[in-house]
Every structure is written in C-alpha cells, then in structure tokens.
C-alpha cells in the first residue's frame, strides 16, 4: 500500500494524475491540508483563478474519497514529531505508513528524509 501525503495529493490532483486506488491511503487530516494548498494558492500566491480552486477542491474531494483513510494514533504521532523535531502533521503521515507497513508518497524533502530512515518513501514523479 502507499500513503499519500499532502504534498503528493495536490501535486496528483494539479497534474491530473491517475493512481491506483486499491493501492491508495492517506489520513482524514489530508482533505483540510490540501484545501489549505489550494485556498494558498488562491489567496497567497495568486496562481490559481477562483473557478480552478473550486474545481481542484472537487478534484480532491473525488481521489481523497476513493483512497483508503488510515487513522495514525495521535500520541505516537506526538511522540515522533517530538522526537524527530518535525510538524505533527508529516509525523501522523509517517507515523500512519510506519503502523500499516506501507510505503511513503511525498513531495515534502525534509518529510521524506526523515521517513527514509524508518520505511520506504516515493515521489509522485517516480
């Protein structure tokens, strides 16, 4: 199984990507943290029109619905944020690849170096 970070769902979902959804994870957080990319876009950035952050928010309403969701446990992830010195948030999505084995799908460099060093990472570009 592989689960998909943040960082690799957007990038997904911007490319119009197509994944195998039975090989697919990711945790509940994800649907917050990617409409918090696309509301930066927006926002922030000014990369995006209105109209395409209304269609990618749809977009990854659809591949968020179809991937399995995993539910890290908060303390663990907790204990390993702390211990890695990393945000609680890439530390749930490592945390949730570590308990059900799985294999690691980030864009994220410094999310990724930590993770190598407990399971096997990706990009979505590989």
């Not at 945000?87 to 690691?104: G, H, K, R």
């Not at 170096?113 to 570009?125: D, F, H, I, P």
């Amino acid at each position: 199984m592989r689960v998909y970070d943040t960082s690799a769902v957007y990038d997904l979902i911007d490319k119009g990507s197509v994944i195998d959804f039975d090989d697919g994870a990711t945790i509940g957080l994800s649907k917050f943290e990617v409409g918090n990319v696309i509301w930066k876009q927006f926002t922030l950035r000014h990369k995006i029109s209105m109209d395409d952050a209304l269609i990618l928010i749809k977009a990854a309403t659809i591949f968020l619905g179809n991937l399995t969701m995993l539910d890290p446990d908060p303390s663990d992830a907790l204990k390993f944020a702390i211990k890695e010195k990393i945000t609680f948030y890439d530390a749930s999505y490592i945390v949730a690849a570590m308990q059900s084995q799985s294999i690691l799908v980030t864009e994220d460099k410094i999310q990724k170096e930590v993770a190598r060093k407990y399971l096997q990472t990706e990009s979505v570009k590989d």
